[in-house]
């Protein structure tokens, strides 16, 4: 069943908001080490991309009126990042990802599923090097900006993680500055590692995003591709 979207006002600042706000969060992201590098050539990369690509969220699992816009993937310029990159390419083989947005412009929805071998071990450490960094400043667009990093408060079993990232974003179309938030939970189902987060101004329903991953655990768990 479609997820209801909690009634909101659209506003013109919050459109002109999102137009930037997708460029910073792949620039976040990437600064974290979450966003996807280019694609590495293992020799099965391509198979297991396709199914990945099974297990995502679709528009119907989405509220209506939302809509698929372009990847948040960004080199972002990141001038500084998580010690040990956490979640990195060294043990991937495939990955995926989708986003959407709210017809007002936000909030923005990103899930990217990634495959690894020894995925405990990966998740384990990335984990373990998300919840010691504590602040990121990265290069969006030639002007510094700065995320803080934070858990976030987010009941969950033990293969779960939550992280609240937050920053002031500047909409050079209205010259109006706003708190962003991005709650981003991690999932480790089997040898994958699913990433769902939610953009929002000033932070987002965190009980929309909890029943985003839940549909997004399920999608992957309807469509399995390896042994966990």
Not at 5 to 14: K, L, M, V
Request: glycine share 8%; with cysteine; hydrophobic share 40%.
């Amino acid at each position: 069943m479609p997820i209801r979207s909690p009634i909101r006002a659209a506003r013109p600042p919050r459109a002109s908001l999102a137009i930037g706000l997708a460029a910073a969060i792949g620039s976040t992201l990437f600064s974290l080490s979450l966003a996807p590098p280019v694609f590495g050539a293992a020799a099965s990369a391509s198979t297991d991309q396709a199914a990945l690509q099974t297990q995502t969220l679709t528009l119907s699992d989405l509220p209506q009126g939302w809509k698929a816009t372009t990847s948040a993937s960004s080199s972002g310029g990141a001038t500084s990042s998580c010690g040990g990159r956490p979640f990195g390419a060294s043990q991937r083989i495939a990955q995926t990802q989708v986003s959407f947005q709210d017809p007002s412009g936000l909030p923005e929805l990103f899930e990217q599923i990634s495959d690894y071998n020894s995925p405990s071990t990966v998740f384990a450490k990335g984990v373990r090097d998300l919840n010691r960094c504590h602040n990121v400043s990265i290069s969006q667009s030639g002007a510094p900006l700065k995320i803080h990093v934070a858990k976030l408060a987010y009941r969950a079993g033990r293969l779960t993680a939550a992280y609240t990232l937050s920053f002031v974003l500047t909409s050079a179309t209205v010259g109006k500055s706003e708190d962003v938030g991005i709650d981003l939970v991690l999932v480790r189902v089997g040898n994958e590692i699913a990433e769902v987060g939610l953009a929002d101004v000033p932070s987002p329903p965190v009980s929309q995003l909890r029943s985003f991953v839940t549909k997004a655990i399920a999608d992957i768990k309807k469509h399995p591709q390896s042994a966990g």
